[in-house]
């Protein structure tokens, strides 16, 4: 993306945003309450349009694009929303199913094969299946909700918040999940965190949003000697030390 200018009113939220995520990596957007990432993440997907200047998703302007070649690339991404975001009245196998009758990419008895696969997957038991989302516990609706952004097998993952409500051992089991995904299916992953044990453990580049801006956007450890107040408190107060600690394998 480049040069990205987002307002909601007279709320100036992003003023000149450049960001470039290559395939394969493990991008994620740290900011403060209400610095933008969320809305930075809508606007890579096209949910959103910013004010001014340009995104390219897979090297094309996907707001340009017309029906067909939208829905195209649309298959090329999954999302996983915070809060799972699971279709209440359906039980897990039609939420998982649901991109595929969508995009009408695979018959009955393939979905039905695809949905015991991408069960299977995110590490849920084929009797999961009939479940409605008010059985499941929280890690559980991450993971039906992870089996669903997976299901047209796309290159690129956005997660926003993805340990969020998990408590630290579902936390760090998810996070493994996601980890081993991603570098089975060879995904490119964006994730907006405010959770440094998620961030230590799989972000290969973080990028810091702050006065409107990407403040930083370098390797966990070079972020971690950029001198920002905001920077300092999140990655060297007691909760970012202590993570960091963990993800070093100190006691
Ligand atoms: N649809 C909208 N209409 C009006 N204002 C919006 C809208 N979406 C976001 N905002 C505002 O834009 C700013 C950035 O919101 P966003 O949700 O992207 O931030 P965030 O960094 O993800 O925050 P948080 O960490 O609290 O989730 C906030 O001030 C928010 O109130």
């Given at each position: 993306m480049r040069g990205i200018v987002t307002r909601f009113g007279s709320n100036l939220v992003h003023d000149g945003i450049d960001l470039a995520i290559a395939a394969g990596e493990i991008v994620a957007l740290v900011g403060g309450s209400g610095s933008g990432k969320t809305t930075l993440l809508r606007h890579i997907i096209g949910l959103t349009r910013p004010a001014a200047g340009s995104v390219a998703l897979f090297g094309e302007d996907l707001l340009a694009a017309d029906g067909a070649r939208r829905a195209a690339l649309q298959r090329r991404f999954g999302v996983l929303f915070q809060q799972g975001a699971?279709?209440?009245?359906?039980?897990v196998a039609d939420n998982i199913a649901f991109p595929l009758r969508e995009s009408r990419v695979a018959n009955a008895a393939e979905i039905r094969d695809l949905v015991a696969l991408k069960l299977a997957m995110v590490e849920?038991?084929?009797?999961?299946?009939?479940?409605?989302?008010?059985?499941?516990?929280g890690g559980m609706v991450k993971r039906v909700a992870l089996a669903r952004a997976l299901a047209l097998e796309p290159e690129l993952l956005l997660l926003d918040e993805?340990?969020?409500?998990?408590?630290p051992d579902r936390s760090a089991a998810f996070v493994q999940l996601i980890r081993t995904l991603q570098r089975r299916l060879g995904l490119t992953v964006v994730l907006v965190t405010h959770d440094v044990d998620t961030l230590a453990a799989l972000a290969t580049r973080v990028a810091v949003l702050g006065e409107r801006r990407i403040l930083s956007y370098a390797s966990l450890q070079d972020t971690l000697a950029v001198e920002h107040p905001f920077i300092r408190r999140f990655f060297h107060g007691e909760h970012g030390r202590r993570a960091l600690a963990r993800a070093n394998g100190e006691p």
């Open positions: 699971l279709f209440s009245a359906f039980n849920l038991e084929p009797e999961h299946a009939l479940l409605m989302p008010a059985e499941l516990s993805p340990t969020a409500g998990l408590d």
